[in-house]
């Protein structure tokens, strides 16, 4: 799923406190920092209107934190009518938008194929699937908050709403009228300011740059000593100046230099990033971990089990051999840059350590999981066919699942494994799963329940994204796991490493950068683990036609 999130400068909210209700825009006609440009007539909303929930932050393993009423195509963008649940948390979310704490919206969507194209550069989304819309602390369209409709002396003109009413609830009938706001200078000295901040933040089209925006957790952050100490290790680390080293962390220094591979990340850093790895990987969460900072290491397995048997009173005992195999898992060193500039570096207020955790986790998370299910050379994850999992055919196509096939994998594996098992696909495979109908009645198989609480058949549905999608068709993949990722071994080594350069130049985008010359530094993270499997044959797989 692709995100779009989205301020808005030139335009004020409106508000309905009895409703709980805002009207704002979702998503504009304009180029995003991400270099897209997203078409409104392009949006394809017939899924969400079954389902009009919005989230807070695209996370839909919480509940949600209010719906759509309606939805309206005008020549700026996609508008919208939110109405806030009546809980506390949708109470609490209201009164952050209308005090004006929180002001900007996000698009959740996917692009069939054909849906865009490049065009000097611009990524051009001119057909798209909405999947969900969230509330979100940072936007990357300038021009998505919500509209507060103000009345300004002398320079107040209301114009009516005239585009085709598309309504979510048909208990709501839109009836809203918008302000066209006469105050020019104010609103072109807003959205010139967030222009300029933008353009220096983010220089390039691509989001990997995993470049910070200036107000992350802006005046949130009271720093306490551990994060203070941490930032000082970052700054000690960046302008190489072991007096900057809180005493407790000068140890680190020791323990390596940049070109041996970078000093061990504190005790503080690796227990943040960890805690969060075991909320965002499905992989960690699932498979055995065993850390350990050997290069290699072999781990026995049996082969075959001793046989066991009765014996008669005198009688000799027979003797059964077990056999035994051994799975190496072989450590591999890998890495990326987080991209920082000097001043944040130097802002106290702005919480560096979550930041850079926080972010340093979710890179993380992801290569583990893309690993552990696809694959990344020279692991190999558990749709590789090599793995040795239990095949079963689901069909010519993702798209020609069939029920009866989803029962033939729950028994493909041991009754032993049962109580630990679990379902693991995308989201479009299971979005193809519950529109599986009964033949003669035509009604839904799967309950309501079960969709809502992502169960199947008993046993609970983890989705990734790191898993294939039915939208890659290519013959022979693997698009549902189902079994015990127990027996999947995940072997990390127990620390990661850190160094910096400010020198160099890297690539962002397509695009060259030299870090120096754009005041930034790049946090070099070394991480290394393998992925291996002690018994794949309890694990099955569907596959599609083909080899």
């Known amino acids: 799923m692709f995100t779009k999130e989205c301020p808005e400068n030139n335009f004020t909210r409106k508000f309905n406190d009895k409703e709980r209700t805002i009207i704002h825009y979702i998503t504009t006609k304009i180029v995003d920092r991400f270099g897209d440009i997203v078409y409104p007539d392009g949006m394809d909303d017939t899924d969400y209107r079954k389902n009009p929930v919005v989230l807070f932050a695209h996370d839909s393993r919480k509940l949600a934190i209010g719906k759509n009423i309606w939805l309206k195509k005008d020549s700026k963008g996609i508008l919208a009518k939110t109405q806030f649940a009546d809980t506390e948390l949708g109470h609490e979310l209201y009164r952050l938008n209308r005090d004006g704490f929180l002001n900007a919206w996000s698009i959740g969507f996917t692009i069939p194929e054909g849906g865009s194209e490049i065009i000097d550069g611009i990524n051009h989304i001119k057909k798209w699937i909405l999947l969900e819309y969230s509330n979100v602390p940072i936007p990357a369209n300038p021009e998505c908050l919500n509209l507060i409709l103000k009345d300004f002396q002398n320079n107040t003109s209301l114009i009516k709403i005239n585009t085709k009413e598309e309504k979510m609830d048909e208990k709501q009938k839109p009836d809203e009228s918008i302000s066209k706001i006469s105050g020019k200078e ?25 470049l910070p925006p200036e107000n992350f957790n802006l005046g949130r952050n009271s720093e306490d000593a551990s994060k203070s100490e941490c930032r000082d290790f970052i700054r000690a680390i960046v302008y190489r100046d072991n007096s900057l080293m809180p005493e407790r962390f000068k140890n680190f220094l020791s323990e390596g230099i940049g070109s041996a591979g970078g000093y061990t990340v504190p005790p503080e850093y690796y227990d943040r990033i960890m805690s969060k790895l075991w909320d965002t990987s499905v992989i960690r969460r699932n498979a055995t971990l065993i850390t350990s900072d050997r290069k290699d290491l072999l781990i026995p397995k049996l082969s075959t089990l001793p046989s066991f048997s ?12 077990p056999s035994f195999a051994q799975i190496q898992l072989s450590r591999h060193d890998g890495g990326f840059i987080i991209l920082i500039s000097k001043q944040l570096i130097e802002d106290s207020k702005y919480d560096l350590v979550s930041f ?67 379902w693991y696909m995308h989201r479009s495979m299971w979005g193809q799963i519950k529109k599986l109908k009964y033949s003669e009645s035509g009604e839904y198989v799967l309950s309501p329940d079960d969709k809502k609480s992502l169960t199947l058949e008993g046993f609970p549905v983890v989705l990734s994204d790191n898993i294939y999608s039915i939208y890659e068709g290519s013959p022979g993949n693997r698009y549902i796991v189902f079994g015990d990722l127990s027996y999947m071994l995940l072997m990390m080594r127990d620390s990661i490493t850190l160094s ?19 005041g930034l530094v790049g946090l070099n993270f070394g991480v290394a683990f393998d992925i ?8 099955a797989t569907g596959r599609s036609g083909g080899a």
Do not use: H
């Open 500 to 518: 910096v350069s400010d020198a160099a130049s890297v690539e962002v985008g397509g695009s060259q950068i030299n870090l120096w010359q754009q």
């Open 532 to 539: 291996g499997f002690s018994y794949p044959e309890v694990i």
């Open 186 to 210: 104010i609103s072109a000295i807003v959205k010139e300011e967030t222009k300029s901040v933008l353009k220096d933040l983010f220089k390039t089209n691509s989001f990997n740059s995993s």
């Open 356 to 422: 850079i955790s926080d972010m340093a986790s979710r890179v993380i998370s992801n290569a583990i999981d893309l690993a552990g299910f696809k694959g990344i050379s020279p692991v190999k994850g558990i749709l590789d066919v090599s793995i040795g999992t239990t095949d079963v055919l689901i069909g010519g196509s993702p798209d020609q699942i069939t029920y009866d096939k989803l029962i033939e994998m729950i028994s493909a594996v041991p009754s032993e494994t049962l109580p630990n098992c679990k």
């Open 310 to 321: 009765f014996i008669n009173e005198g009688a000799k005992k027979g003797v059964s051999n």
